[in-house]
């Protein structure tokens, strides 16, 4: 990021920055913890016959937090799978509508999918309910949709707004190098 850009940015994307940064340590650390768990219980279960018994099961709990809280950073980025062969096509300004409307309708999609996860994580949590081999709530299986699905809301927010006041930053051409790019511009 340049002194220029640097010196633009507000508050929130400031904010956001930090969030996006603590996403991604933490996705780090899961997948960390997720890989030694599996390592350490298959390694115990052939070598010295011992294993942990909801090893399996926080792998996969740690699995899903991965999956949806960390889909974060990629809405973010832009780097979330998206049909981006059109927008190539396109100037600067079709491109800025494209990707405002995509914008648009992933924080339609994301209130939807926050709504249902809530009542399903709700439910879980005010039934009771706990893992089958890992001691912990069933609910902290289905939190992460909801955490993961607000802050996807807030980044499609982010892009939404960004487009409606013409401050998106160029696409970057996945067949050439981003510092190229960059140098282009």
């Known amino acids: 990021m340049t002194d220029e850009t640097q010196r633009h940015t507000g508050f929130g994307v400031r904010i ?4 996006e940064a603590v996403v ?3 996705s780090g650390l899961a997948l960390l913890g997720a890989t030694l768990t599996i390592f350490f219980n298959a390694s115990g279960r052939y070598l010295i016959g011992w294993s942990f018994l909801g090893g399996e099961e926080l792998a996969r709990l740690l699995t899903v937090w991965i999956t949806f809280v960390g889909t974060f950073v990629l809405v973010r980025r832009e780097g979330h799978v998206n049909i981006d062969l059109l927008l190539r096509a396109v100037g600067p300004q079709m491109q800025r509508f494209f990707r405002g409307a995509g914008a648009l309708i992933g ?3 994301m209130i939807y999918l926050a709504s249902s996860s809530y009542d399903l994580t709700a439910f879980s949590f ?3 309910q706990m893992g089958t081999t890992l001691p912990v709530p ?3 299986f289905f939190l992460p949709v909801l955490v993961g699905a607000l802050l996807m809301m807030v980044a499609f927010a982010e892009i939404f707004w960004r487009a409606i006041t013409d401050t998106l930053p160029p696409l970057v051409d996945l067949g050439t ?3 190229e790019q960059k140098a282009d511009i």
Do not use: Q
């Open 107 to 109: 924080i339609l999609v």
């Open 126 to 128: 005010g039934s009771g």
């Open 16 to 19: 956001m920055n930090v969030v």
């Open 24 to 26: 991604s340590w933490g």
């Open 138 to 140: 069933r609910g902290l």
């Open 177 to 179: 190098d981003a510092d």
